[in-house]
């Protein structure tokens, strides 16, 4: 993928130094959100959800299920009332159902609407509309899908009426949930058992959920399982905040002489805390208060003070419980003691960006040496970085990392294309000056 700006999009300025104190709650879990709207919809009976992220991403989710006749109340104060039309409710949507930044509402919708007996388009911005998508067509063909993509396996996706659909079993190339529960949500249409093995663990929350809808599903080691033709009973549900959100403020604390953070509520799903046990690698300082479980999730609160961090190789396994969070570890790694080494990552470089190139870029531009690799890239930690411009290329998550970097920076950090914040994080800018970290919209 090149580096390709996104266009228009917001200029922040993050100041240099401070250090992170007090206490936080980050909005909610996207994937969580994402699939409770899915499932709620789906599902016989009204589900009341808290803690819903109102972040651009779930919103488009939201406002594609209205165009397809759900009546969702909300959401306001992350709370929403799904008032599900069951599996076979849905209605045929008039014109392209547009889901702009997000992958994950396009991967697990195009495996949600693969059995429905009409047509429908899928599209979204330029930056999806770059991003791989054979991943999910190519397995849902194979169960009887009728799906047209752009050239290349790119999106619009157009799903044709008539894909009566059977179960399979499928062995993914690679360790992808929005692949799992692309399948899985299909494999609720499909006549027979659909059964998903991954190559290495992914997040687990559509398995989850469909449980606590009352949705049977068995897993078998590496290999998930389960019949067509159930029911999704309402149910309601809390979301916990988002690892990957929180992961920001984590960093930001644990590079700055000083700091003392508390961050509640946090997601704390093993299939999700990869970057603690990195960041616990690298030498961060990080205590793991309270976990507790909150309708099928486990939580905990997080206290985080200054350490000197180390360079490391990151070890393989934790790639996929990261997958989101490498550019806020970049950063860690930036203000580490020596040389930090990421390999078997190349899924970094089909994201909202190429996350690789386009994080050595942004380090770069802060006075770093970070070189580029196939599959990782390798950073050489200094004591200090440079003020400097930055460009996220659109991506949330580069200009999230790119933000928390200022804090050890010797000059202001000029970040370039935020607007896709508010996918994931809206908020960032206003929750981050609370605890010190201070940055303004230009
Ligand atoms: O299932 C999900 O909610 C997600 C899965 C991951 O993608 P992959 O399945 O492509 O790894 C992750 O990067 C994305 O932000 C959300
Ligand atoms: C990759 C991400 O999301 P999505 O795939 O849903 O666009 C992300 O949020 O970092």
Redesign the pocket.
């Known amino acids: 993928m090149s580096l390709t700006a996104n266009g228009g999009g917001e200029t922040w300025q993050f100041q240099p130094g401070g250090s992170v104190r007090g206490e936080l709650r980050v909005p909610g879990d996207k994937?969580i959100s994402?699939r409770a709207v899915m499932l709620g919809a789906l599902a016989q009976g009204s589900t009341e959800i808290a803690g819903l992220l109102e972040g651009a991403d779930v919103l488009a989710t939201i406002e594609v299920f209205r165009r397809l006749g759900v009546t969702i109340e909300g959401p306001q104060y992350g709370r929403a009332v799904v008032h599900g039309v069951g599996r076979h409710g849905l209605r045929e949507p008039e014109g392209v159902l547009d889901v702009g930044n997000s992958?994950?509402s396009m991967r697990l919708l195009c495996g949600l609407f693969a059995g429905l007996p009409f047509d429908l388009t899928l599209t979204g911005d330029e930056s999806l509309r770059r991003r791989p998508m054979g991943r999910v067509t190519e397995p849902l063909t194979q169960m009887g899908a009728k799906i047209t993509t752009a050239e290349g396996g790119l999106a619009p996706l157009h799903l044709a009426a008539g894909g009566e659909l059977t179960g399979i079993s499928y062995h993914m190339p690679l360790a992808?949930?929005?692949?799992k529960?692309a399948l899985l949500l299909a494999g609720m249409y499909a006549r027979g058992r659909t059964c998903v093995t991954e190559p290495a663990p992914?997040?687990d929350h559509t398995e989850r959920m469909l449980a606590g809808f009352g949705y049977s599903v068995q897993r078998h080691g590496d290999t998930v399982c389960l019949e067509g033709g159930g029911t999704l009973s309402a149910t309601s549900i809390d979301v916990p905040s988002d690892i990957s959100s929180a992961a920001f403020p984590m960093v930001a604390a644990a590079i700055t002489p000083g700091s003392d953070l508390t961050l509640r509520h946090v997601g704390w799903n093993p299939t999700r805390t990869g970057v603690y046990e990195i960041l616990r690698l690298m030498g961060a300082a990080i205590e793991v208060l309270a976990t507790r479980e909150v309708g099928g999730e486990t939580v905990a609160d997080l206290h985080i003070q200054h350490a000197p961090l180390r360079g490391i190789h990151i070890p393989e396994e934790l790639v996929p419980l990261a997958?989101?969070e490498f550019p806020a570890l970049f950063v860690a790694a930036a203000c580490a003691q020596g040389e930090t080494v990421l390999t078997g990552a190349a899924?970094l470089r089909v994201?909202e960006s190429d996350r690789i190139a386009v994080m050595a870029e942004a380090l770069q531009s802060l006075g770093v040496s970070a070189e580029p690799q196939d599959d990782g890239v390798r950073i050489q930690g200094q004591p200090n970085l440079q003020g400097g411009r930055v460009n996220s290329y659109g991506d949330h998550r580069i200009a999230m990392a790119a933000a928390v970097a200022s804090l050890r920076a010797e000059g202001p950090v000029t970040i370039a294309d935020c607007a896709n914040v508010a996918t994931s994080y809206p908020g960032f800018i206003s929750q981050m000056a609370e605890i010190g970290i201070c940055g303004s919209s230009l």
């Open positions: 994937s994402h992958g994950t992808s949930a929005q692949v529960s992914t997040r997958i989101d899924e994201k």
